[in-house]
T-cell receptor
Framework: EAGVVQSPRYKIIEKKQPVAFWCNPI?????LYWYRQNLGQGPELLIR????????DSQLPKDRFSAERLKGVDSTLKIQPAELGDSAVYLC??????????????FGQGTRLTVV | GNSVTQMEGPVTLSEEAFLTINCTYT??????LFWYVQYPGEGLQLLLK?????DKGSNKGFEATYRKETTSFHLEKGSVQVSDSAVYFC????????????FGQGTTLQVKP
């Protein structure tokens, strides 16, 4: 069974440029998460989807970050414009979802973003 | 607020040594507790979990006990191997329907032959 797939694995961009990350969750998983992991830190939740609905986006910096999950499957996270401080690993995770967030989350390998 | 604190690394051990990585948490309500592991070049993997006080999670020779009285969830292994070298993250998940994981900062383990 394929795990959570993210692309690209690595991305280097200049500041003020836009960037997008893509995530394909495990088949059948209706809950999808985007986390950001700064160097030497643990991941922090940016947004959580239940199917196509963003049910928790309180940590998403909405001035420059946006996300979508059309049709409740794949998801895209976008930054526009990117800033130096956005350099981090962006992790996608998915879970079956019991409506209460109590099922195991499976993580992708992440996208390492470097903003120069 | 809700948070997780882990011992700082890196932790360097010789093969077959005993491992302890300390983890303490602050949370409202009754969280579930987790240990995730990140091997070089790979994504986070769930190592073990415990969902209520006094539960012991175990996997691959690792174990951790949910101690409500000390708000701790220390990771232990009796005899580490070189292949255990990785970054270990302690995390909590609040009760209710958030599904949100709150992670510690991670502890790097290096096991030398």
């Amino acid at each position: 069974e394929a795990g959570v797939v993210q692309s690209p694995r690595y991305k280097i961009i200049e500041k003020k440029q836009p960037v997008a990350f893509w995530c394909n969750p495990i088949s059948g998983h209706n809950t999808l998460y985007w986390y950001r992991q700064n160097l030497g830190q643990g991941p922090e939740l940016l947004i959580r989807y239940e199917n196509e609905e963003a049910v928790d986006d309180s940590q998403l910096p909405k001035d420059r970050f946006s996300a979508e999950r059309l049709k409740g499957v794949d998801s895209t996270l976008k930054i526009q414009p990117a800033e130096l401080g956005d350099s981090a690993v962006y992790l996608c995770a998915s879970s079956l979802g019991d409506g209460r967030g109590n099922t195991e989350a499976f993580f992708g390998q992440g996208t390492r973003l470097t903003v120069v | 607020g809700n948070s997780v604190t882990q011992m700082e690394g890196p932790v360097t051990l010789s093969e077959e040594a005993f491992l302890t990585i300390n983890c303490t948490y602050t949370a409202t309500g009754y969280p579930s507790l987790f240990w995730y592991v990140q091997y070089p070049g790979e994504g986070l993997q769930l190592l073990l979990k415990a969902t209520k006080a006094d539960d012991k999670g175990s996997n691959k020779g690792f174990e951790a006990t949910y101690r409500k009285e000390t708000t701790s969830f220390h990771l232990e292994k009796g005899s580490v191997q070189v292949s255990d070298s990785a970054v270990y993250f302690c995390a909590l998940r609040l009760g209710g329907n958030t599904g949100k994981l709150i992670f510690g900062q991670g502890t790097t383990l290096q096991v030398k032959p």
